[in-house]
């Protein structure tokens, strides 16, 4: 376990509950309750700490009302929509589909209220006290939040993080942020996306789909270009093929916001679109959180500074998700939620393996991976060997109707680990936990190869991956 600051007492869990404390202090106060704050709140109740989550806008954070959710629930509909354009291939005849885009609203606004119910209760379920209104640090062990004050032994800071605007450009009438392209307010003509990760691809691929014209650029050469550039490859010839006009080491400049469209410049060229969608980048949500005074130490890139047990410099303060250092991913802020208050029960913790954390990216085609890719494995000095396959080479691949997509694993040959796993395709966000858990598990590729996969599934493509590093691919 990773060594605390000097002066931190871990207590242990049921110290905390045989306590007995007044109605304005509590053993454990969370801040934020999105992905990271929820999920803390009711661990922390479980441990028995007597626990409250201070929130400023909604139940479930930005992740439930705002971005993953949202997002997903609209690009749920792109699916169908392409489903049913694709129904020939599967023998049946249907015409073009009609979007409806009000009703698409509403099934997305369904969903966020049925998760963020379903958050509400379970804080209610676990005893955790909700508190409405914006919480800030106010001296040793106390929280406030308007004008009240509340005592906690124990802090957690689960604030999250807003977008940002990529330099020369501002927020502003039709040049909006991420969340605001899940939320428009009718289907858009036109998007102009810049930036091609998780986000921009995300919001590209849907709203193509959904029949708007996109064009998506990205200053670097690739797009998705954290991925694995065989994916990133795969990745723009799929983008390309659902209509998406990619603009790959393109700057926009000179954007401009009108009445009715925004004007902007990349190259050489002029463009126009309904909107221009900035996806580029976030930074903490720390504002008004009193961090300064309380003297909570900052990293070099502005987020707070945490610990392998995510405390921060402040003894029985700690930071997690979007606020610290880390991939921006709502998993990965729960994990570290649940890390820091076992940790302050006195449980035994370990650090996060950040690179191994599950990378999802719900576009069309379907991306996930994990771990290091080949460049990264080959830059670190491994002994890199490569396993390649299409999911054309397993039945289901030819069976569902995906035979381009591609399980990539790249592994250390001098003892069968498991270093990185890519995958673009069908599914693609759920086949990649296998991978994840394989290697939680300590088990390598050869591990991987002899496990018995059902028939036909996709997952087969992943067994088939593991065979070709192993040396005896059996189909392909
Ligand atoms: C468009 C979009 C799509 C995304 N899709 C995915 C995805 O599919 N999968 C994935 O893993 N990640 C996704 N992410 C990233 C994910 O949303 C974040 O990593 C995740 O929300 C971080 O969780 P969090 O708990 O740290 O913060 P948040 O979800 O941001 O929640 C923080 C909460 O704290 C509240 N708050 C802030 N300050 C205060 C204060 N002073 N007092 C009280 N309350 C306060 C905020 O109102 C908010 O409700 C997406 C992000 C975006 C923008």
Redesign the pocket.
């Known amino acids: 376990m990773a060594a605390g600051p000097a002066g931190h007492t871990p207590a242990g869990p049921l110290h905390a509950s045989l306590q007995s404390v007044p109605e304005s202090a509590y053993d454990v106060i969370v801040?934020?309750?999105?992905?990271?704050?929820y999920v803390t709140a009711i661990r922390a109740a479980q441990l028995g700490f007597k626990t409250a989550v201070?929130?400023?806008?909604?139940v479930?954070?930005?992740?439930l009302?705002?971005?993953?959710i949202p997002?997903?629930a609209v690009l749920r509909t792109a699916d169908v929509v392409a489903e049913i354009r694709e129904a020939g291939d599967f023998g049946i005849t249907v015409g073009e589909p009609n979007v409806d885009f009000a009703a698409v609203m509403e099934r997305r606004n369904r969903v966020v209220q049925t998760l963020t119910g379903g958050v509400a209760g379970l804080l209610r379920k676990n005893k955790v006290d909700l508190i409405e209104?914006?919480?800030?640090l106010a001296g040793e062990g106390r929280v406030t939040?308007g004008g009240a004050s509340y005592e906690a032994r124990f802090i957690v800071l689960?604030?999250?993080?807003v977008?940002r605007a990529v330099p020369g450009t501002q927020f502003g009438g039709r040049v909006i942020g991420?969340?605001q392209?899940?939320a428009l307010p009718q289907l858009p003509g036109s998007l102009a996306v810049i930036g091609s990760g998780?986000?921009g691809s995300?919001i590209a691929s849907a709203y193509v789909r959904l029949g708007a014209q996109v064009q998506l650029f990205e200053a670097l050469d690739r797009v998705l270009p954290a991925e694995d550039a065989d994916i990133s490859r795969l990745a723009e010839r799929g983008f390309k093929k659902q209509g998406i006009d990619v603009h790959t080491g393109t700057l926009v400049s000179d954007v401009v916001s009108g009445e009715a469209s925004v004007t902007f410049r990349f190259g050489e060229q002029s463009g126009e679109a309904d909107y221009v969608v900035i996806a580029a980048g976030?930074g903490p949500?720390v504002e008004?959180?009193g961090l300064e005074a309380a003297g909570v130490a900052l990293d070099d890139r502005g987020l707070i500074a945490v610990d392998g047990a995510m405390r921060t410099s402040v003894p029985g303060i700690y930071a997690?998700?979007?606020?610290v250092a880390g991939p921006?991913?709502?998993?990965?802020?729960s994990d570290e939620g649940v890390i820091a208050v076992e940790d302050a029960a006195g449980l035994h913790t370990h650090p996060i393996s950040y690179p191994d954390i599950p990378r999802?990216t719900?576009c069309t085609p379907n991306v996930a991976s994990f771990g290091l890719t080949e460049e990264q494995a080959r830059a670190q000095g491994h002994d890199v060997v490569v396993g390649k396959v299409p999911y054309g080479a397993v039945g289901a691949g030819t069976v569902y109707g995906d035979r381009q997509g591609l399980v990539k694993l790249v592994g250390d040959r001098r003892f069968g680990e498991l270093l990185g796993g890519h995958i673009i395709g069908a599914k693609a966000t759920d086949l990649i936990q296998e991978l994840v858990g394989t290697k939680l598990l300590e088990g390598g590729y050869p591990e991987l190869a002899h496990t018995i996969h059902g028939h036909p599934t996709l997952s087969e493509a992943v067994m088939e991956a593991a065979r070709a590093l192993d040396g005896w691919l059996i189909h392909g």
């Not at 209104?133 to 800030?136: M, N, P």
């Not at 689960?158 to 993080?161: E, F, I, P, R």
């Not at 997690?320 to 606020?323: P, S």
């Open positions: 801040i934020g309750s999105g992905p990271g704050g201070v929130e400023k806008d909604r479930g954070g930005r992740c009302n705002y971005a993953c997002a997903k209104g914006s919480g800030a939040v689960a604030t999250g993080s977008g991420t969340e392209a899940w998780a986000s995300e976030r949500d008004g959180l997690i998700g979007d606020l921006a991913l709502a998993h990965k802020a999802a719900f």
